[in-house]
T-cell receptor
Framework: AQSVTQLGSHVSVSEGALVLLRCNYSSSVPPYLFWYVQYPNQGLQLLLKYTTGATLVKGINGFEAEFKKSETSFHLTKPSAHMSDAAEYFCAVSGTDSSYKLIFGSGTRLLVRP | NAGVTQTPKFQVLKTGQSMTLQCAQDMNHEYMSWYRQDPGMGLRLIHYSVGAGITDQGEVPNGYNVSRSTTEDFPLRLLSAAPSQTSVYFC????????????FGQGTRLTVV
C-alpha cells in the first residue's frame, strides 16, 4: 500500500531564509502528488500538484516542488520565507488502485522567526 | 461559488449520542470523502464515495456511516459517539477519480465528553 513520510513534524526558519519541507513516498510510483497548506482553524488549500510532464512544479505563494523518482521524493521549497508562510503543510499522494484515494503524510508545521 | 460547505463548525457530544455532520458541494464533483485529522497523524480517510449511490470504507471507518443519495451531499453519521472520535473532521470533493485534486471544507471540530 502507498505511504507518505514527512520528515520533521516542526521546521523553524528565519524570515528570508530558505524553506525546505521533505516528503518521501513508498516505492510504487503514484499517479499524482500534492502539497497542501493549512492555516490555523481552516481547511486545506492546494499549494501545487504533480501529474505528468515537468518534474519541477510551481505553486502558489512562491512555493515549488520537484518530483524525483529515483529518490521517491517530492520536497517542497521556497527561496525566502515570509511570516505569512507559518502554517502546517501536508504532502499527499494518490493511491495506485483505481479509487485514486489521497494518502496524506503526518504534516510539518512551519514556524517563521522574525 | 461556495465550494465545499460543512456544518456545524463546532459540536460537543456526550458519549453515546448520535449526530450527523453535513457536507455539501456545488461543483458537480463525482468524488467525495471524509477525513479525520488528529495531532501528528495527518488526515485519515474514513469513508468515500465515487458517485451518487456508491460508497466505500477508508482507513478508519468504524463507528461511522455514510450515504450518498445526491451528487451534492455526503453526510457523515456517528452512530454512538465515543471519546476516541474527538477530532477535526474534513469533507473533501474531487472532480473525478481521474483528477483527484481535493477541495476541502472548513472542518468540523467535534468533542465527545
Amino acid at each position: 500500500a502507498q505511504s507518505v513520510t514527512q520528515l520533521g513534524s516542526h521546521v523553524s526558519v528565519s524570515e528570508g531564509a530558505l524553506v525546505l519541507l521533505r516528503c518521501n513516498y513508498s516505492s510504487s510510483v503514484p499517479p499524482y502528488l500534492f502539497w497542501y497548506v493549512q492555516y490555523p482553524n481552516q481547511g486545506l488549500q492546494l499549494l501545487l500538484k504533480y501529474t505528468t510532464g515537468a518534474t519541477l512544479v510551481k505553486g502558489i505563494n512562491g512555493f515549488e516542488a520537484e518530483f524525483k523518482k529515483s529518490e521517491t521524493s517530492f520536497h517542497l521549497t521556497k527561496p525566502s520565507a515570509h511570516m505569512s508562510d507559518a502554517a502546517e503543510y501536508f504532502c499527499a499522494v494518490s493511491g495506485t488502485d483505481s479509487s485514486y484515494k489521497l494518502i496524506f503524510g503526518s504534516g510539518t508545521r512551519l514556524l517563521v522567526r522574525p | 461559488n461556495a465550494g465545499v460547505t460543512q456544518t456545524p463548525k463546532f459540536q460537543v457530544l456526550k458519549t453515546g449520542q448520535s449526530m450527523t455532520l453535513q457536507c455539501a458541494q456545488d461543483m458537480n464533483h463525482e468524488y467525495m470523502s471524509w477525513y479525520r485529522q488528529d495531532p501528528g497523524m495527518g488526515l485519515r480517510l474514513i469513508h468515500y464515495s465515487v458517485g451518487a449511490g456508491i460508497t466505500d470504507q477508508g482507513e478508519v471507518p468504524n463507528g461511522y456511516n455514510v450515504s450518498r443519495s445526491t451528487t451534492e451531499d455526503f453526510p457523515l453519521r456517528l452512530l454512538s459517539a465515543a471519546p476516541s472520535q474527538t477530532s477535526v473532521y474534513f469533507c473533501a470533493s474531487s472532480y473525478s477519480g481521474r483528477d483527484p485534486e481535493a477541495f476541502f471544507g472548513q472542518g468540523t471540530r467535534l468533542t465527545v465528553v
